[in-house]
């Protein structure tokens, strides 16, 4: 057996080992959450049961960056994986750690008794630490709209991905300590020790095409805005929060041209004056309202059938000048017929 062929058998071991069970080619695996009666019908992996495995089967590091973490199910995971050894570092939003702190909760306590090591963004700045991602043993990237919390498991609709390659794992890392070390948070140019990496933002794994992005330093709405250009037949999103008039106004625009548009938002929210749900119905965007007693808290738009935007941002002006977030633009129908079928579920 030549070394190539002992690579590629490795490789899909160790993914889908780490996982239980693996989608596509054996290097990436989805997981939605189904809230309320369709849970017991759901073919798919909720994200909580889905990282806890991950957390469980890490063997050397785990560096998380999430908004917030409160899952008692996850919290269980990290504090073991710390306790067999695990180099356990996490980033989080500073208002969400610090009403966590301010209620009691045994939760972030039994993280910092463990000697988890966590970093928060200060205080007095303005933009969020947004981001919902984690690297694993420096070879896995995890990420999407899922937060460590009960009501992201139970009660909201998300997504996350799990990625094998150690390259993406790098780029994400990177940005990790770029907040966990240097605590640089909302940076618009990229600085310090770690800047030429983090301009690698291309991956190629087996034929799939990944870039990935950071706000606000990559201008986020800029390269969303140049893909949705691009579109050639179908646009289909669902939104958690959507104000960006840039993107509304390139959607209708691919609208009038015959490309087919079709969007989903969350309703809270929907129908306030800086939302795009409004403008885009009357335009004549066949677009919807979730009905989902929980929050629809997607942030995906799927191109063509065969390429998907997703990750922690949301199509809004704060996600682009003012949050830390991330996104991946992933070209693989496989993996954009997996969330076209959320799409449609929710549709």
Known sequence: ?????????????????????????????????????????????????????????????????????????????????????????????????????????????????????????????????????????????????????????????????????????????????EMFDEEIFGNRKEEGPFADLRRNYHVNIEGTDINAYFAPEDNVERIILKRLEKAKTSIHFLAFSFTSAGIGEMMIKKSKTGVSVQGIFERRGAKTGHSQYVKMKLEGVPVRLDHNRGAMHHKVIIIDGERVIMGSYNFSRNANRSNDENILIIDNREIAAAYLSEFKRLW
């Open 1 to 177: 057996m030549n070394q190539r062929i002992i690579t590629v058998t490795l490789t899909l071991f160790l993914a889908l080992s780490l996982t239980a069970g693996g989608d596509g080619a054996g290097w990436w695996k989805l997981y939605f959450t189904s809230p309320g009666k369709w849970a017991m019908l759901s073919q798919t992996v909720n994200p909580e049961a889905g990282l806890a495995a991950v957390i469980d089967k890490a063997e050397e590091s785990f560096y998380g960056a999430f908004y917030e973490i409160s899952s008692p199910v996850i919290i269980d995971a990290l504090v073991k994986a710390r306790k067999r050894g695990v180099a356990v570092k996490l980033v989080t939003e500073h208002d969400t750690m610090r009403a966590k702190k301010g209620k009691g909760t045994r939760f972030l306590k039994r993280l910092e008794d463990a000697g988890i090591e966590m970093v928060s963004d200060p205080s007095r700045r303005r933009g969020l630490m947004h981001n919902k991602f984690a690297v694993i043993d420096g070879k896995y990237l995890w990420t999407g709209s899922y937060n460590p919390t009960v009501n992201d498991s139970a009660r909201n609709n998300n997504n996350a991905i799990l990625i094998y390659s150690s390259i993406l794992a790098d780029i994400y890392k990177n940005e990790f300590l």
